[in-house]
């Protein structure tokens, strides 16, 4: 099981940004996905989840009406889009599935990409 | 903010056990339909799942780690505390009012 996330980098306040999450190794459509963040010396935030097959999205509040999920399962991907970014959006974004016993227990993580809001 | 508290730090000598509290509310930890994950997150790493569904661990976790839960309040707890166990660990839970999951404000386990 591997969890491959990209599209991080440095972005201008007000911007905006997709990240990807490409996974491998199990049966990417029977599974829900999630996107934690976490900010330079905190703790974990959740950011998101879609279920799997396309279904129910959830957002934090932090994000809720400038996130969207959406996910490609002929690519194995998941995508998280963020706009009108702020310096509290800087962070390390990490991807994870959800388990056999319940799609709230995250097994596997992916690496985690870096997202810098700064001018 | 949080709405799972955890005390901020924890340390043990090589052997000992440390137990870490997580603290929620009925619409989380509490709801009968809800149970707790705890995370483990070693410097520079990705976080892992260390114990799901309250008290269950996966595959290749050391049975040195047990969660339980009990009203609106959560605990994991280290035996044979070990050098390799520094690390920072974190509840989770669905929440029923947010209608989303929330993390624990984290607990930073040391060795003495």
């Known amino acids: 099981v591997q969890l491959v996330e990209s599209g991080g980098g440095v972005v201008q306040p007000g911007g905006s940004l997709r990240l990807s999450c490409e996974a491998s190794?199990?049966?990417?459509?029977?599974?829900?996905v999630h996107w934690v963040r976490q900010a330079p010396g905190k703790g974990l935030e959740w950011v998101g989840f879609?279920?799997?097959?396309?279904?129910?999205?959830f957002y934090a509040d932090s994000v809720k009406g400038r996130s969207t999920l959406s996910r490609d399962n002929s690519r194995n991907t998941v995508y998280l889009q963020l706009s009108s970014l702020t310096s509290e959006d800087t962070a390390v974004y990490y991807c994870?599935?959800?388990?056999?016993?319940?799609?709230?227990?995250?097994?596997?993580w992916g690496q985690g990409t870096l997202v810098a809001v700064s001018s | 903010q949080s709405v799972l508290a955890q005390p901020p730090s924890a340390s043990g000598a090589p052997g000992q056990a440390v137990f870490i509290s997580c603290s929620g509310s009925?619409?989380?930890?509490?709801?009968?339909?809800?149970?707790v994950n705890w995370y483990q997150q070693l410097p520079g790493t990705a976080p892992k799942l260390l114990i799901y569904?309250?008290?269950q661990r996966p595959s290749g976790v050391s049975d040195r780690f047990s969660g339980s839960k009990s009203g609106t309040s959560a605990s994991l707890a280290v035996s044979g505390l070990q050098s390799e166990d520094e690390a920072d660990y974190y509840c989770?839970?669905?929440?029923?009012?947010?209608?989303?999951?929330?993390f624990g404000t984290g607990t930073k386990v040391t060795v003495l």
């Open positions: 994870a599935k959800g388990s056999d016993y319940t799609n709230t227990a995250l097994d596997s």
């Open positions: 190794g199990f049966n990417f459509n029977a599974y829900g």
């Open positions: 879609m279920q799997d097959e396309g279904g129910n999205k």
């Open positions: 009925t619409s989380n930890i509490g709801s009968r339909r809800r149970t």
């Open positions: 569904s309250n008290d």
């Open positions: 989770a839970a669905w929440d029923d009012s947010l209608n989303h999951y929330v």
